[in-house]
């Protein structure tokens, strides 16, 4: 079979490797954030105002030292992934749980989709901010954003049963989301991990049998530099909470500034610029009956230009 078949069939070639530096990924991404995704919104205050002083700090720095650690917003997830991750995992017209919701772009991708969707948030800033951006591009269905802590999702009025979790979870305290206690990225990473296994039970217990769910998720470092191991602790979490290990995929992401960062930081540390992340793929039940269930790979659909 031909690359061109797998796109006409598949949207994209189901391989283990996603590149989301390739021509064809940049100009889908470009088409679904034509239609109005500002996924940024509702980091602004901290996040992205970080961001902009840690830039300013690196242009003064002129390339001789590394930017400082967690300098570049993780918050915006990829369209593109998105819509290949309910094409491939979710049931048409599925019900997709996101316990660790963030920005907007899985609700609103999801309700394009025709799948409905609930996404939980410790920021009341960023579900106002995802809310608005439904109502600004009247979705329907409209996807739903409740505030609430993922380690206590009953608390945050999570009911019945799903078809699907998509999720990307903070990556310990890399990024921080809001000055709550009870947020999991203001915890140390073995308190963390307690949050974040209890968060993966919960989530998992209201997942509907024979049905996948994706955690995007990529490692991190100690203060000291060394790797915490968040990928395999995710796998041993998943585990643990009944899912069973199906897919290990790798999203390669765009460079950006990273060629003008990876000198000094290799130099003096020997650390890889990383530029990708890991998309985890679990099954709960039988993968058979999971794949039936989901059907037919069926494409978004754009509105003529």
Known sequence: MSPGALYDSFIYPPFSVLDARARWWQERKRRWMALGLESHKGRKEDLLKGFAKAMATFDRMQGREHAPAGWMSKSIFDPVLTELCYAWFCPSGGRVLDPFAGGSVRGVVAALMGRSYLGIDISQTQIEENREQADALSLSPRPKWKVGDAVHLYKAGVRGAFDMILTCPPYGDLERYSNAPEDLSNMPYELFLGGFRQAVQNAVARLTEDRFAIFVVGDFRDGKGI???????????????NLQFYNDGVLVTATASLPLRVRGQFEASRKLGKTHQNVLVFVKGDPKRATEAVGNVVAFQFPDP
Do not use: M
Request: aromatic share 6%.
């Open 227 to 241: 790797s915490r191991g968040f990928v395999a602790d995710t796998i041993r979490a998943c585990k643990d909470a």
